[in-house]
């Protein structure tokens, strides 16, 4: 393996960055079925790179129905579902692969390639995409406890219980920020390694299998959704259509990222309306509405109370909560109306719940610039 160690990139290189970043972000968000012939061989031959043996294999349509087979087997034999094995298998391909290739690279190098493949398309698509849909699932497991389970602790702690199993699976989506960097580093660097079967498996986990949960003697393989949309900063989105689609029928509704019922996801966002707001009581899910609704709208079907105005400006507190202050206490809704003397249209925006006068708004707005200082022009 050589030893020398590359210190920068040249310009063809550079361009290819973006190129294999967007390869794995495919990759990761590609849609099943899978192949579960294909499937069951690579999760075969990654025990075996781990020193496992061969398990019994079970595919399920979504990963809540592995919650269940999980909880399901819990009255057998310890030794069928005695430890996890993420990490294991997680530090014999992505650890040992990286490793490597990292320890032919400069090290100011090594960080420029970390942030722009590996750590920016896993944050990307754990935070804004997979870590609400994981939420959403464990929150449907909770809402689905037996009654005799329906207590506030119980659920709770059946909520946390199962919340851990979906936090523990691997996630092959997620492995594909390792992988953007792994395959730069092999296919356009050239960078040497010793670890070709491990790099194949690793490739076929993250191309061909849905969440997986590994144990011992079984291994539970989930299906992939067979629709995923995602808005352009790669967090679920969808208008009047599931963001997320399984083959079973379970479906997830989101509004840039915000996961929402599904008789508001059903709808066309020009359809949601703003009497809605006043009965929500999910911030997040009341947020959303009103970017969707938006605030003009919202500003001319509900009642709003005036507190100031100047010129073509006024201050609006609207009849509900939408955020909370540091003591957990609710915040209402501030607005901004702006109306053109000339055509009648009106805009709003969200300003701060402190505000206490249009002109502090104003200069809220305009990045603290008072108002006397610039003539509005529309």
Not at 228 to 235: I, V
Not at 293 to 310: N, P
Not at 325 to 344: A, R
Request: hydrophobic residues 40%; proline residues 5%; negative net charge.
């Amino acid at each position: 393996m050589s030893q020398t160690k590359v210190k920068k990139l040249t310009p063809a290189q550079e361009a290819e960055i973006p190129v294999y970043r967007d390869k794995w972000r495919a990759i990761a968000l590609s849609t099943g079925p899978i192949d579960r012939s294909q499937a069951a061989e690579t999760i075969t031959l990654a025990y075996r790179a781990s020193g496992k043996q061969a398990p019994e294999i079970i595919f399920c349509d979504r990963p809540y129905q592995a919650a269940n087979i999980i909880d399901s087997h819990a009255d057998k034999p310890r030794s069928h579902f005695r430890s996890q094995l993420e990490s294991k298998v997680r530090s014999e391909f992505e650890k040992q692969l990286l490793t490597c290739l990292r320890g032919q690279l400069e090290n100011q190098l090594k960080r420029q390639l970390q942030n722009q493949l590996e750590n920016e398309l896993y944050t990307q698509l754990q935070s804004q995409l997979w870590s609400p849909l994981r939420e959403h699932l464990a929150m449907e497991i909770a809402s689905k406890l037996p009654i005799d389970l329906s207590g506030q602790r119980a659920r709770y702690l059946h909520y946390t219980h199962l919340n851990k199993q979906l936090d523990n699976c691997i996630q092959p989506e997620l492995w594909a920020g390792g992988g953007s960097l792994l395959d730069f580093c092999i296919s356009v660097l050239n960078c040497a390694h010793s670890y070709g079967n491990i790099w194949t498996i690793f490739q076929s986990l993250v191309k061909t299998c849905g969440w997986i949960f590994p144990y011992d003697k079984v291994c539970v393989v989930c299906e992939k959704p067979i629709a995923l949309s995602a808005d352009s900063n790669h967090r679920l989105h969808a208008e009047a259509a599931p963001a997320v689609q399984f083959a079973d029928g379970f479906a997830i509704y989101a509004y840039h990222g915000v996961i929402l019922p599904e008789w508001y996801g059903r709808l066309q966002p020009h359809e949601w309306q703003s009497k809605w707001l006043l009965k929500e009581h999910n911030a997040l899910v009341r947020r959303a509405l009103i970017q969707g609704i938006g605030c003009d709208r919202i500003c001319q079907e509900l009642a709003a109370t005036e507190l100031d105005t100047w010129q073509e400006y006024t201050l609006l507190k609207m009849d509900f909560e939408d955020d909370f202050d540091d003591s957990g206490m609710p915040l209402p809704v501030f607005l901004l109306k702006m109306t053109c003397p000339s055509t009648g249209f009106v805009h709003a925006l969200r300003v701060p719940p402190n505000m206490t006068s249009a002109q502090e708004a104003i200069c809220w707005v305009n990045w603290g610039i008072e108002p006397e200082e610039f003539s509005v022009q529309t």
